[in-house]
């Protein structure tokens, strides 16, 4: 029996719509393909740049307990040291003086100029000990300042206004919370963190910030205005970030922004998003088949 096939809109008759969804189904296919290698290599991306920071991190810190074990030896020798030559003196004062109580107080004298001379060295290598150390540290504040920079490039910009942060929060990647914190020691609920301000300094654009999250309290002193402090949440797959763009007298004003949605809702919304862009493109070519317009006008 030959079947009742009606041209469509464009001449062409319900098999030829039928191929051409499915094309349509495989540029679908293909652009879901290359979106999620895309997104791979971003978070390879990621992951390379902060394995990288993370490993200066850990020679700064390597570097640190190095020297700090070195000022310990040294400490424990100059101690040995100092402690014997004192009971040597002693021993030989009293030893001096019994026998020649004219020559004990020159020798006396040259046992305490030499103590002295080894105690300017001790003083000399740790002040240089000490150089070291804040120049380790300066270093180790580098690092973190480009990890953070770096953490900052890949997840977004910082605000410095009201203006910005409207134009964040329009991207619709993340929830933004605003806040004004005065200067008190109470806590104060700003989306998934408690904030509290203890310090402003309006001449340096610098605070002090106390935190509960997770029922844990943090603290973060002498922060800079623009600085971005992250917070890592048990319920977040992201971190939280929390930003001060104003400084005032016993006042700060900022934000905090946060994932928009928790990885369980993302894992639904994808297979969501993937059963209703496949499932449209495998049940419309069915459609001319199954109810085939009727070009017969009504008598």
């Known amino acids: 029996m030959e079947e009742n096939l009606e041209p469509n809109e464009n001449g062409h008759f319900g098999k030829l719509d039928s191929s051409a969804m499915n094309r349509w189904l495989i540029v679908a296919v293909v652009a879901l393909i290359v979106a999620a290698g895309l997104a791979v290599g971003y978070g390879y991306r990621q992951q390379i740049m902060a394995s ?42 009293a030893k001096t003086a019994s026998a020649h109580p004219n020559v004990g ?13 080894i105690q300017a060295r001790i003083d000399a290598q740790q002040k240089q000990l000490k150089e070291t150390q804040d120049e380790v540290a300066k270093n180790r504040s580098d690092l973190e300042g480009n990890l953070n920079s770096t953490r900052d490039e890949l997840n977004g910009s910082i605000a410095k206004t009201h203006e910005e942060l409207v134009a964040l929060a329009k991207r619709g990647e993340r929830s933004y919370f605003e806040f004004d914190l ?11 963190v408690t904030l509290s301000l203890r310090k402003a300094d309006t001449k340096h654009k610098s605070f002090d910030l106390q935190m509960i999250v997770d029922d844990n309290r943090l603290t973060k002193k002498n922060v800079n205005l623009y600085e971005p402090i992250w917070i890592h949440t048990e319920n977040e797959s992201q971190p939280v970030q929390i930003v001060v763009n104003k400084v005032e007298k016993n006042l700060v004003h900022g934000y905090v922004s946060a994932p928009k949605y928790k990885p369980s809702e993302l894992a639904v919304s994808s297979t969501g998003a993937a059963a209703a862009a496949i499932t449209p493109a495998v049940e419309h070519p069915q459609s001319p088949d199954q109810n085939p317009p009727s070009s017969k006008q009504p008598e």
């Open 52 to 93: 990288h920071m993370a490993a200066q991190a850990s020679v700064a810190n390597a570097t640190i307990n190095e020297m700090q074990g070195q000022l310990n030896t040294l400490t424990a020798k100059l101690n040995d040291v100092t402690a014997a030559q004192q009971a040597a003196a002693a021993a030989a004062q």
């Open 105 to 117: 107080g020159k020798k006396v004298s040259t046992e305490s100029k030499r103590l002295k001379e």
């Open 182 to 192: 005065t200067k008190s020691k109470q806590f104060q609920r700003v989306g998934p």
